[in-house]
């Protein structure tokens, strides 16, 4: 028996694409971005990568829109950590964030 990865619909690979081009645009923007625009951009995003099955390959998608990538690591963070990230980057953004954390720690 052999086992697959879950597919994904070419209707829901369309609008994660869509939605990925999107936030790349608003991202290199450089001009002032509507901020309820960029949060319905992100909300929608973010709702459509939690319908992905488990499983399903989205590095290709990461691959064309690195914003999209980063969301993605953020939502799955508390599960994967820095997972698509090299393990020298991965740690040194860790290493950075607990210094950041401890910093404000401090003035506060």
Not at 6 to 30: C, N
Not at 44 to 49: G, M
Not at 78 to 102: D, F, Y
């Amino acid at each position: 028996m052999h086992a697959s990865k879950p597919g994904i619909s070419r209707d829901t690979l369309t609008i994660l694409a869509t939605l990925a081009g999107m936030l790349e645009r608003l991202e290199r923007s450089t001009t002032a971005v509507d901020a309820e625009q960029y949060r319905t951009v992100v909300n929608r995003l973010r709702a459509e990568l939690a319908a992905v099955p488990d499983g399903a390959s989205l590095y290709p998608l990461f691959a064309s829109s690195p914003a999209t990538a980063e969301l993605y690591e953020n939502l799955q963070y508390e599960r994967a950590g820095l997972c698509l990230r090299p393990l020298e980057s991965a740690t040194e953004s860790e290493l950075q964030a607990r210094r950041a954390i401890e910093r404000a720690r401090a003035e506060g």
